[in-house]
């Protein structure tokens, strides 16, 4: 009922059941977790014919400071060697999507056929599942065919040779055909002092290396440790003589560390704790040589129709990969960084 002399849009809407009034509802979905794959955007991708697939490690023995031959001399000597052999299990990563009939046949907000936005829904939420295990410290694991999935080695249980751990921390790695998580070390402040001996180390396993990658917060006090008065590096260029509004600029894109080894800051919001999901400490920060690192397909993400029950649809969305490391000296990482203490010299 009206309460004045005149109908207002509270009557409309006060009228029952729900009122007179049409929703005025957006007919689009905003994206909110529109989010980029810096791991998967920087690495190859190739096939793999079976569930653990392996590759060969070569490795250069140290100069021979000795090496020389008197004139003439006959070739009594073999130096031909062999690399190391390894391997990662495959996992399969799945999403299934199950939708009524009635749904699909609903006037629904942003899309004609719910079904099949689920279908890319979660077909992008396959894609970022693979980029967070790639990037853990999740150990290898083979699958029994019975109540044991197979699991591959994520990136941080793989790297030994240029790892820098917490007090306690012990690197995992490759053995025996498997890879072992890391064990957790007590999480400390980031240095540069660590960055810069991960950095040498990679070079002098003889790769160049550029690309740091982190969570947000672990970028974020590299970039503003770089403005302290303890950065040990160059002013900050700005370019200067042009007209027009000024720019300020409070942070860091790139930093050269010696040997010429230039690490671009990549932000990654998908990456995990070290320990995830139990808890929210143990960060890592990872300094990567892409071209030495690949995921591998058994099968590549696709969608298959499942058996219908009664009244709804279904379908699920699956991949069979895993993480080559193909040379795990060109690879390293800073661990068990304390994320809410700042970067120190």
């Known amino acids: 009922m009206a309460t004045s002399d005149y109908w207002s849009s509270a009557d409309l809407k006060g009228v029952a059941y729900n009122g007179y009034v049409n929703e005025d509802v957006m007919q689009q979905i905003i994206e909110i977790l529109d989010i980029d794959l810096p791991f998967t955007q920087r690495v190859s991708s190739d096939s793999v014919s079976n569930s653990y697939t392996e590759w060969p490690q070569y490795t250069y023995d140290a100069p021979n400071l000795g090496n020389a031959a008197v004139d003439g001399e006959d070739a009594n000597q073999n130096d031909a060697k062999g690399g190391a052999r390894v391997g990662n299990h495959c996992q399969i990563s799945k999403k299934v999507v199950a939708v009524t009939t009635r749904a699909r046949n609903s006037d629904v907000i942003g899309t004609s056929d719910e079904f099949s936005e689920q279908l890319m829904r979660q077909t992008e939420q396959l894609r970022r599942d693979v980029e967070a295990i790639s990037l853990s410290n999740q150990g290898s694991q083979a699958d029994n065919g019975n109540d044991t999935p197979g699991l591959i080695g994520g990136l941080n249980a793989w790297l030994t040779t240029n790892a820098v751990r917490g007090v306690g921390g012990v690197d995992g790695g490759f053995a025996n055909g498997a890879v072992t998580a890391a064990t957790l070390g007590t999480p400390a402040a980031l240095s540069e002092t660590n960055i810069r001996n991960v950095c040498q180390s990679i070079y002098e396993q003889g790769f160049d290396p550029s690309v ?134």
């Open 212 to 345: 740091m990658m982190a969570r947000p917060a672990v970028i974020r006090l590299v970039s503003e440790y770089m403005f302290t008065d303890a950065a040990r590096i160059g002013l900050q260029q700005t370019e200067t003589g042009k007209s027009g509004a000024s720019t300020a600029v409070g942070s860091v894109k790139v930093f050269i560390t010696d040997f010429d080894v230039e690490l671009m800051f990549t932000p990654n919001r998908l990456m995990p704790h070290m320990d995830a999901p139990d808890t929210t400490a143990n960060d890592s920060l990872f300094i990567l040589t892409p071209e030495y690192l690949r995921h591998g397909f058994l099968h590549n993400y696709r969608t298959e129709p499942l058996a219908k029950l009664g009244l709804a649809d279904r379908s699920q969305v699956a991949v069979d990969w895993t993480l080559k490391v193909l040379a795990e000296q060109a690879q390293g990482v800073v661990a068990d960084i304390d994320a809410t203490t700042a970067m120190v010299a």
